[in-house]
């Protein structure tokens, strides 16, 4: 590994502890300082298993950002290309599909209406960032290419594929 790209990985970790750390534990834990609030029996420990899918999904995604896109998830330090790998086959936004699955889970986890209503609200925070700035800036970064993608990848919900073989 260069020098070089052994930076970018210094820098999507600094922010992946700012920003989606300060998100998902100190947001949470601030919310759950005073009680849990509901019940969801032994249905809860499913948080732990969305928990862990969302947090590797998004590492899954800053590793992709470093390596492939040679940049962060960090709006002012981006990828220099397009990620079209790994999860952002399946969905434009990964990334964020991770967090929220993250933080839904440990509204299971913890049984907490004040971090489901939370991940409700990360989620829509995203979305509106995503419409609003992200692809349009995207958009006018790169094109046709861009475009094509956003034509064929769902922005959140991945949608059934049928393969077919090769003639």
Known sequence: MQRSQIWVFVKAVLFTVIVPGTVTVLI????????????????????LALMALGGAVYL????????????????????????????????????????CCLLAGEALLFQSWRLLAYAFVAWLLCHLFVVIYEEPHLRSKFGEPYEGYCRAVPRWIPRPTIRRGRR
Do not use: Q, S
Not at 28 to 47: M, T, V
């Open 28 to 47: 949470p834990y601030l919310l759950l300082r005073p009680h849990a609030e509901f019940d969801a029996g032994a249905f809860r420990f499913a948080g």
């Open 60 to 99: 899954h995604c800053v590793w992709n950002f470093a390596w492939v896109g040679r940049g962060t998830p960090a709006p002012i330090d981006p990828p220099k290309e397009v990620v079209v790998v790994g999860t952002y086959r399946f969905v434009r936004n990964p990334m964020y599909v991770g967090i």
